[in-house]
């Protein structure tokens, strides 16, 4: 005998919204990435360095998805010749070709950015 044990229910999905992000972050989740650029880049330009910070205050990074260095060579790939600073425009561009470049769904990203509210200030205890 097959012992026939029933057990034919899968167990439903895991909930993705389940998990806790937990950060030090610089105010409450932000609708838009418009809010995200202004609270990274208030001056309304972003310089390649924070660019990255971008990333990485979303986990890009630690998660490997994408490395600073390619963040450099993508904010190069945006910005305006002579240029070292990038507005709203070049700053999407920059986050889709990242998403592009590393096969994650832009969604996900832009999820991430804006539940993270703005920049990380890692305050030492």
Do not use: C
């Not at 012992?3 to 999905?13: I, K, L, N, V």
């Amino acid at each position: 005998g097959w012992g026939g044990g029933g057990g034919g229910a899968s167990a439903p999905p895991a909930q993705a919204g389940g998990r806790q992000l937990v950060e030090v972050s610089h105010g409450p989740p932000v609708e838009s990435l418009e809010e995200v650029f202004e609270r990274y880049a208030p001056s309304g330009e972003m310089d390649g360095k924070t660019f990255a910070k971008v990333a990485k205050d979303g986990g890009m990074i630690q998660d490997k998805f994408v490395t600073l260095g390619e963040m450099d060579l993508i904010f190069s790939q945006i910005k305006a010749r002579g240029k070292h600073k990038i507005g709203f425009d070049q700053f999407k561009q920059g986050l889709e070709k990242v998403s592009q470049r590393n096969g994650f769904q832009y969604a996900l990203f832009f999820l991430r950015l804006t539940q993270n509210g703005g920049p990380k200030w890692h305050v030492a205890a």
